[in-house]
Nanobody
Framework: QVQLVESGGGSAQAGGSLRLSCAAS?????MGWFRQAPGKEREGVAS???????RYADSVKGRFTAFKDNAKRTLDLQMNSLKAEDTATYYC????????????????WGQGTQVTVSA
C-alpha cells in the first residue's frame, strides 16, 4: 500500500480559506480527499485520476480546488469560502485504479487532519 502523509488544515472563520496537502510515497492512479464530521459518514470531497479528471462533491463545487502534481506525487486541496458545515476531519485516500466516491473502495488512507470553521 502507498503511504499518504497529510499536512495543512486548522481553524478558520466562515468565508476564510485553508489549504490541505497530501504526499504519496509512490505512483498512484487515483488520489482523493474525503471528510468525516462527528456522527456522520465519511464522504468524498474531491478526486483526481486520468479517467475522470478532477471531480468534486456538489457541496464544495466552486469553493474547493484540487491541484495534483504528478512529479511530486502530491494532491493539494485549496478550500475557499469555507462554511461551518465544512468542519470535519479530512482524509487523503488513494487507490491504484480509477477513482471512486466510495470510501470502502480505497485501501490507502492518510492519518487525517482536522478542519474547523467557526461561524
Amino acid at each position: 500500500q502507498v503511504q499518504l502523509v497529510e499536512s495543512g488544515g486548522g481553524s478558520a472563520q466562515a468565508g476564510g480559506s485553508l489549504r490541505l496537502s497530501c504526499a504519496a510515497s509512490g505512483v498512484i492512479r487515483c488520489m482523493g480527499w474525503f471528510r468525516q464530521a462527528p456522527g456522520k459518514e465519511r464522504e468524498g470531497v474531491a478526486s483526481v485520476d486520468s479517467v475522470y479528471g478532477i471531480r468534486y462533491a456538489d457541496s464544495v463545487k466552486g469553493r474547493f480546488t484540487a491541484f495534483k502534481d504528478n512529479a511530486k506525487r502530491t494532491l493539494d486541496l485549496q478550500m475557499n469560502s469555507l462554511k461551518a458545515e465544512d468542519t470535519a476531519t479530512y482524509y487523503c485516500a488513494a487507490r491504484n485504479v480509477r477513482c471512486s466516491w466510495l470510501p470502502g473502495d480505497f485501501g490507502s488512507w492518510g492519518q487525517g487532519t482536522q478542519v474547523t470553521v467557526s461561524a
